[in-house]
């Protein structure tokens, strides 16, 4: 069965400071697609990145990087140089076969000024 | 602006009534999603349609059906409301298969 499992119900650092926020998977499935949203306290909620089960490449973009590791069905999430607008509930999600895309309880992450 | 409309932004009602919440997707997306979020249980996955057709279906109650019409917009009903059903009701849509999900603003319901 699908299951995401974000362990870090909260994480609160100072400004400037680097931050991970760690998603573990589980799916029985070879081909699946996992993603990251963003809801700031406006509560709209926001893609972030999209991946596939056979891309394992790490990715950048401006601030924010992931690392995604098959072996430890890990999709990690990190902000670099932290900023105040970076404080949200993050979210991972999985989708396999099943069609569902399955979202973790998220992590409420607090940038401290 | 994700290009999803949800209609009512608040909805406050009473225990034992029935309501619609209506989504309108983004032009072109075939895909219509609807998670309910409380604080203690997350995003909760209900069920997808794909045009027209329920594709999959995830913990949703009996008491709640959804459809999705011809003209590709979506309702979700909701009915023998119960406290517990208070939440954020969201909305998404998409334009293929396992894409990124464009999210609707939501619908709080409110069960007094």
């Known amino acids: 069965a699908q299951k995401v499992t974000q362990a870090q119900t909260e994480i609160s650092v100072v400004e400037k400071e680097d931050v991970t926020l760690d998603c573990v998977y589980e799916t029985r499935d070879t081909t699946y697609y996992l993603f990251w949203y963003k809801q700031p306290p406006s509560g709209e909620l926001v893609f972030l990145i999209r991946r596939n089960s056979f891309d394992e490449q790490n990715e950048i973009s401006g601030r924010y990087s992931w690392n995604f590791q098959k072996s430890t069905s890990s999709f990690n999430f990190t902000i670099t140089a932290s900023q105040v607008v970076d404080s949200a509930v993050y979210f991972c999600a999985l989708n396999d076969r099943d069609d569902k895309i399955i979202f973790g309880k998220g992590t409420r992450l607090h940038i401290l000024p | 602006d994700s290009g999803v409309t949800q209609t009512p932004k608040h909805l406050i009602t009473a225990t034992g009534q029935r309501v619609t919440l209506r989504c309108s997707p983004r032009s072109g997306d075939l895909s219509v999603y609807w998670y309910q979020q409380s604080l203690d249980q997350g995003l909760q996955f209900l069920i997808q349609y794909y045009n027209g057709e329920e594709r999959a279906k995830g913990n949703i109650l009996e008491r709640f059906s959804a459809q999705q019409f011809p003209d590709l917009h979506s309702e979700l009903n909701l009915s023998s409301l119960e406290l517990g059903d208070s939440a954020l009701y969201f909305c998404?849509?998409?334009?293929?298969?396992?894409?990124?999900?464009?999210f609707g603003s939501g619908t709080q319901l409110s069960v007094l």
């Open positions: 998404a849509s998409s334009v293929v298969d396992r894409g990124e999900l464009f």
